[in-house]
């Protein structure tokens, strides 16, 4: 059963303050991992995929970087407004629905001013 | 980003009754859509896979004849929700697949989400 772990649950930062939020994976075989952002009462907002390992892909204030067993969501120089739950999925290959993604608990970021 | 969109983004009901949601891509067709519920500090739990011109393909312990899934066109889905109860409220969101130029490369966007609450 594919597994995604993300840590830590809830992260507080100063404003500038730059940190990491982890996923973990487990997937018999990794197609995708996705990060998404979502905001209170709002569904997720697409962020990155990663496909490979050694991928990174950058949005921004967002990086984000992909190994065989974790990803991590880098925030360089955070902003208030980049408060929010930062959710990681993975598809796996060969799951049993095409594209079906399978979501971590999510990281409650808080960016205080 | 790709745009989808849900109607309504809240709705109340009361017990017994149907409530239907509709989730469309607004600048894309989407063959392939999803229906997730989520509870509150809780993340998505996939319900079921929208395929346009066929059958949805429902998650293991989703009823579905309580949820009902019709995907009648490239750009819409609807999600019924039969007789229900209050262990059904919850925040239902959608989500649709946009293929992008390179091959094999995709993206999966997510609508804003319904709140259902039955009384």
């Known amino acids: 059963e594919d597994q995604v772990t993300q840590s830590p649950e809830a992260l507080r930062l100063q404003e500038g303050e730059s940190s990491s939020l982890n996923c973990s994976y487990t997937?018999?075989?990794?197609?995708?991992l996705f990060w998404y952002r979502q905001d209170p009462g709002k569904g997720p907002e697409f962020l990155f995929t990663?496909?490979?390992a050694g991928e990174e892909k950058e949005k921004e204030r967002l990086k984000a970087t992909l190994t065989k067993k974790e990803s991590f969501l880098h925030i360089t120089a955070p902003k208030p407004e980049d408060s929010a739950t930062y959710l990681c999925a993975v598809q796996a290959v060969g799951g049993g629905s095409n594209y079906k993604l399978t979501f971590g608990k999510g990281t409650l970021l808080t960016v205080n001013p | 980003g790709a745009v989808v969109s849900q109607h309504p983004s809240w709705v109340i009901c009361k017990s017994g009754t149907s409530v239907k949601i509709e989730c469309r891509s607004l600048?894309?067709?989407?063959?392939?859509m999803f229906w997730y519920r989520q509870f509150p500090k809780q993340s998505l739990m996939l319900m079921a896979t929208?395929?346009?011109?066929?059958?949805?393909?429902?998650e293991q312990g989703v009823e579905k004849d309580k949820f009902l899934i019709n995907h009648a066109s490239l750009t819409l889905s609807t999600l019924t929700v039969t007789s229900a109860h209050p262990e059904d409220s919850s925040f239902y969101i959608c989500?649709?697949?946009?293929?992008?130029?390179?091959?094999?490369?995709?993206?999966?966007?997510f609508g804003p989400g319904t709140r259902l609450t039955v009384t």
């Open positions: 997937v018999s075989g990794l197609r995708g």
């Open positions: 600048d894309f067709q989407a063959t392939t």
């Open positions: 990663l496909y490979s």
């Open positions: 929208s395929n346009e011109g066929s059958k949805a393909t429902y």
């Open positions: 989500s649709a697949i946009k293929f992008a130029r390179s091959v094999g490369s995709y993206e999966q966007y």
